[in-house]
């Protein structure tokens, strides 16, 4: 029976935590949260200057370590060579937080309609938020079940659980542009929560827990009328701020989800719950 303090399950002191995607928006959120909370980062991203850049602003201790690696995730190779590096440099691999994810090399194929989708731009979409997810969570898992356990996260949305709302979308722009949600998002993002319910049965011997954290609509530079619209379907009545998620990611990557494994943890405001 896990005899720790209340004070104490929180405490990420001594662990290594890794962050795909770490230098993006939610990635640096996330982050900075596993830091203050005491763990060790490796600060994982296919650009070297921005995971660079993140691990130079993060506030930690001075005895804490918040290192850079440059990985692309579709690569098998350059997967397993960051694993290795990351394990020289760091000892260890506690907590994986697999948070990277893409929309592909051409927006505007991104959120073209579904009717002209190109199978280019969906198979570029797929490499890193499902080919991508399960590279580093093999590399990783391997990792963890030579150690004797850890804490994989995988990063999914509310649109790989329920259907997005398609009226929100008009007059609805991000940093200028019309967007929408695209059937890849959602098709890949529900994915992850098959691959996490799949891998916590598949490693619970080996005691590697696997759980996916799900945010809702983040704020994040949308226009005032798809925070008008969105918001408007959330009970909570607003979007949320990435910093909201932090409490259930530490949760997820502390002790005090000791028993916890296979879940799905939905942060949204309580939107899919009508």
Known sequence: ??????????????????????????????????????????????????????????????????????????????VVTMVEDVVDRLGRIDILLNNAASKGSNLDQFFAEFENYSLQTWREVMAVNVDGLFLVAQSVGNQMKAQGGGSIIQISSIYGVVAPDQRIYEGSEYNGRAINTPAIYSVSKAAVIGLTSYLSTYWADSKIRVNTLTPGGIASGQNSEFNKKYSNRVPLGRMGEATELVGALIYLASDASSYVTGQNIIVDGGLSAW
């Open 1 to 78: 029976m896990n005899d720790l303090k209340n004070d104490d399950l929180f405490d990420l002191t001594g662990k290594v935590a890794v962050v795909t995607g770490g230098a993006g928006l939610l990635g640096q959120v996330f982050c900075q949260a596993l830091v203050t909370a005491g763990a060790d980062v490796a600060i994982i991203d296919i650009d070297k200057n921005k995971a660079d850049e993140t691990a130079r602003k993060i506030s930690k201790e001075q005895n804490q370590k918040v290192l850079a690696f440059a990985c692309d995730i579709t690569s098998p190779d350059s």
